[in-house]
């Protein structure tokens, strides 16, 4: 009794203030607490959009794929949503009997290259997969071992029976199941890495600690810019990385370093990178990739190599809350904040596995 006393005592009644409580939960990484607060908040308010998308996020985190990808839909009812129906009807994950479909480019290019893996499914019942997808990605998507055709973002759309953004890809598939997320992009003979399951002598390693500058969009400056903030190493960490293992060679795959700002004894390929394609030829020659969340992470994983994904606290979009490991990639290894803005644990976590797999103690700078 006291229970169900207390259950009613918590409920929301204040549908905005409800909100806010649960968006502050989960910016603090009190994920339980916070979908439950969600969940209080749509049986007073049932179309909130924000309100069920992230839930749905909340629900991804901890592995609920079916109501998790259900909710996440809720993104296409935002009103800044570009996925206005019209040109053609949305996909609702009927049968296509051999008809064209449009799978539209959506959100970053590490999620675009993360949601890839989905397409296999629709090339066998489609007559015609057309991806649309950014420039800089269009080399990297050539090499998916797919029957797809590729289709620059931006451009007039094309002729297609149906249109689909691709995160919804895997709730109009049906995807429940955490071995349906397991199945990596099915790359060409060129890309193709057979699954590395344990690190053993590492001498190339491959580094992003920051991910890419704002976009020219002024209305998503200040968020995008707040988001890389919050994610970005410090260069001094990376600095000490390479001091301390200097007989290993540290590559920087990091876009937009003017050469002056690169720390010493790195050696830089972020700007001899035009594409993905390109990149993706350059990381495999790594035999260890350490990132933050950023595409090179998600594009090294797909390849199967040893990657160290480094996330903040609470985790960013798509990633688990807690544990080492995600279904999305089984080479990749995750080292979280414990503390926000701390990265002193995820630090001595890499310090630790470079001194074991380099052979040297990397106690002392060299």
């Given at each position: 009794m006291e229970a169900e006393q207390l259950a009613l005592d918590s409920a929301p009644s204040d549908p905005e203030a409800a909100f806010q409580q649960a968006l502050s939960l989960q910016q603090?990484?009190?994920?339980?607490?916070?979908?439950?607060?969600?969940?209080?908040?749509?049986?007073?308010?049932?179309?909130?959009?924000?309100?069920?998308?992230?839930?749905?996020?909340?629900?991804?985190?901890?592995?609920?794929?079916?109501?998790?990808?259900?909710?996440?839909?809720?993104?296409?009812?935002?009103?800044?949503?570009?996925?206005?129906?019209?040109?053609?009807?949305?996909?609702?994950?009927?049968?296509?009997?051999?008809?064209?479909?449009?799978?539209?480019?959506?959100?970053?290019?590490?999620?675009?290259?993360q949601f890839w893996r989905f397409l296999p499914r629709l090339c066998e019942q489609a007559g015609e997969v057309i991806l649309e997808l950014p420039r800089a990605l269009q080399p990297l998507a050539a090499q998916l071992d797919l029957p797809l055709t590729l289709h620059p973002e931006g451009a007039p759309l094309p002729a297609c029976e149906y249109l689909l953004p691709l995160l919804s890809l895997p709730h109009r598939l049906g995807v429940s199941l955490t071995a349906e997320l397991a199945v990596l992009p099915p790359w060409k003979s060129a890309f193709a890495r057979s699954l590395v399951s344990s690190l053993e002598t590492v001498k190339q390693v491959g580094l992003v600690w920051q991910g890419r500058q704002a976009s020219d969009d002024a209305s998503q400056k200040a968020a995008y810019r707040e988001l890389q903030r919050r994610k970005a190493l410090p260069v001094d960490v990376v600095q000490a990385w390479v001091a301390a293992f200097s007989s290993t060679t540290f590559s920087a795959f990091q876009p937009g370093i003017a050469p002056g700002d690169l720390p010493p004894g790195l050696i830089d390929l972020g700007s001899q990178l035009g594409d993905f394609a390109?990149?993706?030829?350059?990381?495999?020659?790594?035999?260890?990739?350490?990132?933050?969340?950023?595409?090179?992470?998600?594009?090294?994983?797909?390849?199967?190599?040893?990657?160290?994904?480094?996330?903040?606290?609470?985790?960013?979009?798509?990633?688990?809350?807690?544990?080492?490991?995600?279904?999305?990639?089984?080479?990749?290894?995750?080292?979280?904040?414990?503390?926000?803005?701390?990265?002193?644990?995820?630090?001595?976590?890499?310090?630790?596995?470079?001194?074991?797999?380099?052979?040297?103690?990397?106690?002392?700078?060299?």
């Amino acid at each position: 009794m006291e229970a169900e006393q207390l259950a009613l005592d918590s409920a929301p009644s204040d549908p905005e203030a409800a909100f806010q409580q649960a968006l502050s939960l989960q910016q603090a990484g009190q994920n339980a607490e916070a979908e439950r607060v969600y969940r209080e908040l749509l049986k007073l308010a049932p179309n909130w959009v924000a309100a069920h998308f992230n839930l749905g996020v909340l629900l991804l985190a901890r592995g609920a794929w079916h109501e998790g990808f259900q909710q996440l839909e809720w993104r296409l009812q935002k009103p800044s949503s570009r996925f206005k129906v019209g040109h053609r009807p949305r996909w609702q994950g009927q049968k296509l009997s051999g008809q064209r479909i449009l799978i539209q480019a959506e959100y970053g290019y590490g999620d675009m290259i993360q949601f890839w893996r989905f397409l296999p499914r629709l090339c066998e019942q489609a007559g015609e997969v057309i991806l649309e997808l950014p420039r800089a990605l269009q080399p990297l998507a050539a090499q998916l071992d797919l029957p797809l055709t590729l289709h620059p973002e931006g451009a007039p759309l094309p002729a297609c029976e149906y249109l689909l953004p691709l995160l919804s890809l895997p709730h109009r598939l049906g995807v429940s199941l955490t071995a349906e997320l397991a199945v990596l992009p099915p790359w060409k003979s060129a890309f193709a890495r057979s699954l590395v399951s344990s690190l053993e002598t590492v001498k190339q390693v491959g580094l992003v600690w920051q991910g890419r500058q704002a976009s020219d969009d002024a209305s998503q400056k200040a968020a995008y810019r707040e988001l890389q903030r919050r994610k970005a190493l410090p260069v001094d960490v990376v600095q000490a990385w390479v001091a301390a293992f200097s007989s290993t060679t540290f590559s920087a795959f990091q876009p937009g370093i003017a050469p002056g700002d690169l720390p010493p004894g790195l050696i830089d390929l972020g700007s001899q990178l035009g594409d993905f394609a390109q990149t993706a030829e350059h990381l495999l020659q790594m035999d260890l990739v350490i990132s933050v969340d950023s595409a090179v992470a998600h594009l090294a994983a797909s390849l199967g190599l040893p990657t160290c994904l480094l996330l903040p606290e609470p985790a960013p979009w798509i990633w688990p809350s807690r544990g080492i490991e995600t279904p999305w990639y089984p080479s990749l290894r995750i080292f979280r904040q414990v503390l926000p803005a701390d990265w002193t644990v995820p630090n001595a976590e890499i310090v630790k596995l470079l001194a074991q797999t380099t052979g040297t103690n990397g106690l002392q700078p060299a």
